[in-house]
């Protein structure tokens, strides 16, 4: 009996260690999914002006209801100032480099992100209010010398494959013929058609998912908030369809979504679409807040650099920016109608004023104004005028135009840090002062991939890489 009490028990332990032996390890979790939300041209100023329009109808941010806020210096590698593509290439690359370019220079020993992301078998996307080929996405997918040749990035957008691209800029994918911009008459759509990506025009359902998607909703830019049709999707709209997009692939992901209507809003100095555009972004952070796991899911918001430094004055009165239903661009649009004024000012001002009062109802122009009006340059100072007079009624003002315009090579982004926060794994670690490469390499440890350059090549910094020819954008929003 007893003998066989023994042989029972270690059976059973024998049974056990046998087990034990067997069973493999549980696997690792996989790596953290991350959303890189940027808005354009967002600043502490932006910030403030879309909080205070959310207070006068009794809504809250939830940009203001985050984890720790951090700050991003907007230095470029040549630059105390960035520009948008210098900025998505820092995040890209994790390096600073040259304002212009979009992606590491010729030769430089640098993986993007995108290619990194590939190479771990991993998904990724973007999602923007701009055109897909401006400066904020191509910076993760492109190579390019100069951000205004984007009828090139468009091609290199096909090239690197996302998972899902949903944005504007369809022209830059058709030949003049068809409409597009494209001089070379390749009509892109066919040839991505060919290659098996899904090419649409719109929204409306779901999107395929045994397949790479390119959603190209307008010609240029998205509309600003103020001129969105109701049918038009909203920023968190796009967002949304391309995490879900992201998630059916069952693999980790990374997604850039950027509102990047904010800094041509700015640029205008328009205040209340400048607002508008804001609390849109902060409508697409709680829709992804919301959508995605917070274990599994970092969603990180941030911005290139501010534009304009807007500010409420101390008469400010953000309740009656409920009044206006129409941005600056779109009102400058019926008054201009695209030219210079050729008329006098009493004639600008008789045309003029119908058009404000329907959109801003705003029924005075100063004489100074009128003049400005006539001298600009070109239609984005005739846009500044415009936006600063109507600005300076609901007591929001913006750095004067000449302090800005001060040469070719600066359109008006300003030096003062930007906003970071974060919800879901590590959000705490964006507390603190770093600069955009910082912000990439951090972004990157997160997603478990290497670094971006073999240390010692990291270290060299961007004056190493020589700095491209500067030019101002040639569209609205240079971002
Ligand atoms: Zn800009």
Redesign the pocket.
């Known amino acids: 009996m007893r003998r066989r009490m023994i042989t029972l028990i270690a059976g059973v332990l024998g049974a056990a260690c046998a087990k034990e032996v067997v069973e493999p390890p549980p696997p690792p979790p996989p790596p953290p999914n991350v959303v890189l939300v940027i808005g354009?041209?967002f600043g502490a100023g932006a910030w403030s002006l879309a909080r205070e329009w959310a207070r006068t109808r009794g809504e809250e941010l939830v940009l203001d209801h985050g984890s720790a806020v951090g700050f991003l210096e907007v230095h470029a590698g040549d630059a105390l100032v960035t520009?948008?593509g210098a900025a998505a290439t820092a995040w890209s690359t994790g390096r600073l480099g040259p304002r212009f370019r979009v992606g590491p220079a010729e030769g430089e020993e640098v993986i993007p992100l995108f290619e990194r992301l590939r190479a771990a078998g991993r998904a990724f996307g973007l999602a923007t209010t701009s055109r897909i080929t401006h400066a904020t996405p191509a910076g993760f997918y492109a190579r390019v010398p100069d951000r205004e040749r984007e009828d090139e990035i468009a091609v290199q957008l096909l090239d690197a494959r996302p998972d899902v691209a949903i944005g504007g800029g369809r022209r830059h994918f058709r030949p003049r013929a068809a409409g597009g911009s494209r001089t070379d008459g390749r009509d892109l759509l066919s040839e991505a058609e060919a290659d098996g990506i899904a090419v649409r025009s719109e929204l409306a359902g779901p999107l395929p998912v045994d397949r790479p998607v390119l959603a190209l909703l307008a010609e240029s830019h998205l509309p600003h908030e103020l001129d969105r049709e109701e049918d038009e999707p909203d920023l968190a709209e796009l967002a949304v369809a391309a995490v879900r997009r992201l998630e059916a692939t069952g693999r980790s992901w990374f997604l850039l979504v950027e509102e990047g209507r904010i800094?041509?809003a700015?640029?205008d100095h328009d205040g209340p679409g400048l607002a508008l555009n804001t609390v849109r972004l902060d409508r697409a952070v709680r829709a992804l807040i919301e959508v995605t796991d917070r274990e599994r899911t970092l969603v990180v918001v941030g911005s290139d650099?501010a534009?304009a430094s807007p500010v409420f004055l101390e008469f400010a009165h953000p309740e009656s920016l409920e009044v206006v239903t129409a941005s600056i661009e779109r009102m400058a649009e019926r008054i201009f109608e695209g030219r210079a004024w050729r008329g006098t000012p009493a004639e600008l001002e008789e045309k003029a004023i119908p058009i404000l009062d329907r959109g801003a109802r705003h029924t005075g122009l100063r004489p100074e104004t009128l003049d400005g009006l006539i001298t600009a340059a070109n239609r984005y100072d005739r846009r500044a005028v415009l936006g600063t007079a109507v600005s300076r009624r609901f007591g929001i003002a913006f750095l004067p135009c000449e302090d800005q315009v001060a040469s070719a090579e600066v359109?008006?982004?300003t030096g003062e840090p930007v906003p970071v926060r974060a919800w879901g794994p590590r959000a705490s670690e964006v507390a603190g002062v770093r600069d955009h490469g910082e912000l990439g390499r951090w972004i990157a440890e997160v997603l478990e991939l290497p670094p971006a350059a073999a240390p010692d090549s990291a270290a060299e910094s961007a004056d190493s890489v020589s700095a491209d020819s500067a030019s101002i954008?040639s569209d609205a929003?240079?971002?």
């Open positions: 354009d041209g520009d948008s800094d041509s700015a640029h650099h534009t359109h008006g982004h954008d929003g240079g971002g």
